[in-house]
């Protein structure tokens, strides 16, 4: 927690220093276009580039959606803006730049749809919060069934959904090939459509410009970012036991109990130390490799994920398409071209290389489903990293070590979750408590035994 005389900077003086760092940003819209426009006048740059301050009140690790988004309601929400975001390469390099752009909150636990549904909802009003066009293009989301079992866990879906009041129903394959014509529905496919989850408010957004838009935000709030800025070690203070990690039931790798897990008092980078009470993880596919620096063991593994753009082609396809048996989604961007996306690489990873194999099965698949695109052809592949949890949902809030928190586990699911995972973690670090639409997610429920088991909505349909 922040003490009030904290905020802004602790003394007076630095108070006045981080308002007065606060920049008046230049409204977007029509007029200001016109007035560029006509006057030929160079756009200021969207965010600043700012001296690394010896320390912050807050450290945020990771320059993706849900590190900007943290530092942006946290100056937004709570008036902290003595916050910096370090990332060692660029803002959205990571998976907040990779991603495919779907979002929808149909998920299976009442405490996953919840917390994306109102995710969904900031969501929607970004752009005007913002004032940045994200593109928010809201057009139905479709998870289809080829067997019975999964037909099974989609009417389960529906219902949790329908009781947390999220739009969702089962639909039959009729009713599919209505709302997507190209599908094929036929009976004589290897796996037969045999319903779907449809989830009307599921659709796609531009990632870039949620990326730049929190970015921007936060700068204007006087929070500074610094690219290229990689975080190499956390320094911990009166740990009992230096050197060992510790779980959430306070052991140490071999088993040892560790009374005092310290707290963080900053970071080591390859610009220079940082001082800092409060530090917090937000890097997605390395986080284990920043938990690690503060002593602290999470069950995440990193798996490579691919996805794959074609040539813009007319626009035919208004709903996204998730198959989980055939391990492949579809759906259409405002420029025409298809992308699509499958599961994790079955192995684990750094690596962020597309490979030949992926895109074979990837085709093989889609022209399962839509023997029309049979002659699209392929623009580019790419890949990215995710932070898998054992139960594919993600780990919020503190850990053992006093101040070191953690946003991670993001998996494959993780960009729809940034504006609702950045304002809960913004209310976690000003207030001192875990906000409840994230107590579920907490380091401790895996020595507890309490999972919140999403894998069943979440391991192809991001
Ligand atoms: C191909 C693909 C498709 C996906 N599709 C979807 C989808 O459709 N919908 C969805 O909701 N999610 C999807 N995801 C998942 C989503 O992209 C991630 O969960 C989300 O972007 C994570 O955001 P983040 O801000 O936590 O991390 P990231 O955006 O990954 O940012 C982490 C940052 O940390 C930085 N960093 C790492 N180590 C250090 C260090 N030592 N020091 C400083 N900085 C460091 C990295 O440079 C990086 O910029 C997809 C992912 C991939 C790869």
């Known amino acids: 927690m922040i003490a009030d005389n904290d905020r802004n900077g602790s003394t007076n003086g630095r108070r006045r220093a981080s308002k007065a760092s606060q920049k008046k940003v230049p409204k977007y819209s029509a007029f200001s276009l016109l007035k560029h426009g006509v006057g030929s006048t160079e756009w200021p740059r969207a965010w600043r580039n700012h001296e690394m301050r010896p320390s912050y009140d807050v450290v945020i690790v990771g320059g993706g959606v849900h590190g900007l988004a943290t530092a942006y309601y946290l100056a937004a929400n709570h008036g902290i803006r003595n916050v910096a975001v370090l990332d060692k390469g660029y803002l959205g390099g990571g998976g907040s730049g990779r991603n495919t752009a779907i979002l929808r909150s149909n998920y299976l636990t009442p405490e996953g749809v919840r917390f994306y549904d109102r995710s969904l909802e900031l969501y929607r009003h970004l752009a005007a919060d913002l004032n940045f066009n994200v593109m928010f293009s809201r057009r139905g989301h479709l998870t289809l069934?080829?067997?019975?079992?999964?037909?099974?866990?989609?009417?389960?879906?529906?219902?949790?959904?329908?009781?947390?009041?999220?739009?969702?129903?089962?639909?039959?394959?009729?009713?599919?090939?209505?709302?997507?014509?190209?599908?094929?529905?036929?009976?004589?496919?290897?796996?037969?459509?045999?319903?779907?989850?449809?989830?009307?408010?599921?659709?796609?957004?531009?990632?870039?410009?949620?990326?730049?838009?929190?970015?921007?935000?936060?700068?204007?709030?006087?929070?500074?970012?610094?690219?290229?800025?990689?975080?190499?070690?956390?320094?911990?203070?009166?740990?009992?036991?230096?050197?060992?990690?510790?779980?959430?039931?306070?052991?140490?790798?071999?088993?040892?109990?560790?009374?005092?897990?310290?707290?963080?008092?900053?970071?080591?980078?390859?610009?220079?130390?940082?001082?800092?009470?409060?530090?917090?993880?937000?890097?997605?596919?390395?986080?284990?490799?920043?938990?690690?620096?503060?002593?602290?063991?999470?069950?995440?593994?990193?798996?490579?994920?691919?996805?794959?753009?074609?040539?813009?082609?007319?626009?035919?396809?208004?709903?996204?398409?998730?198959?989980?048996?055939?391990?492949?989604?579809?759906?259409?961007?405002?420029?025409?071209?298809?992308?699509?996306?499958?599961?994790?690489?079955?192995?684990?990873?750094?690596?962020?290389?597309?490979?030949?194999?992926?895109?074979?099965?990837?085709?093989?698949?889609?022209l399962e489903l839509m023997p029309a695109l049979s002659k699209v052809r392929l623009l580019r592949q790419w890949a990215g990293l995710c932070d898998m949890t054992p139960d594919y949902s993600p780990i919020m809030g503190e850990t053992p070590v006093e101040g070191f928190y953690v946003d991670v586990g993001w998996g494959t699911y993780g960009f729809k979750a940034g504006p609702v995972s950045g304002e809960a973690m913004a209310e976690a670090i000003a207030t001192g408590r875990t906000p409840e639409i994230i107590e579920a997610f907490g380091l401790d429920r895996f020595s507890k035994g309490e999972l919140v088991g999403e894998k069943g909505a979440a391991a192809v349909g991001h």
């Open 145 to 366: 069934a080829h067997n019975d079992s999964s037909l099974r866990t989609m009417r389960w879906r529906a219902e949790v959904n329908k009781h947390v009041g999220v739009d969702s129903e089962v639909i039959d394959p009729s009713q599919v090939k209505e709302l997507v014509p190209h599908l094929d529905t036929s009976e004589s496919t290897r796996y037969p459509i045999l319903g779907a989850l449809y989830h009307p408010p599921g659709g796609i957004i531009r990632h870039d410009a949620v990326v730049w838009g929190y970015a921007r935000a936060a700068d204007a709030h006087g929070v500074h970012l610094h690219q290229k800025t990689e975080v190499t070690g956390i320094d911990v203070a009166g740990r009992s036991d230096s050197g060992a990690r510790i779980d959430t039931a306070g052991r140490s790798d071999s088993g040892a109990r560790i009374d005092t897990a310290g707290r963080v008092v900053g970071v080591q980078t390859n610009r220079g130390r940082i001082a800092a009470p409060i530090v917090v993880n937000c890097t997605a596919g390395w986080s284990s490799t920043i938990s690690d620096m503060a002593g602290v063991r999470t069950p995440i593994q990193t798996f490579p994920l691919q996805a794959a753009v074609t040539e813009p082609v007319r626009p035919f396809l208004h709903a996204v398409v998730v198959s989980g048996t055939l391990h492949v989604y579809v759906s259409q961007t405002d420029r025409g071209e298809l992308v699509f996306g499958a599961s994790v690489d079955p192995f684990t990873s750094y690596s962020m290389r597309g490979s030949l194999e992926f895109v074979e099965g990837l085709a093989g698949h889609v």
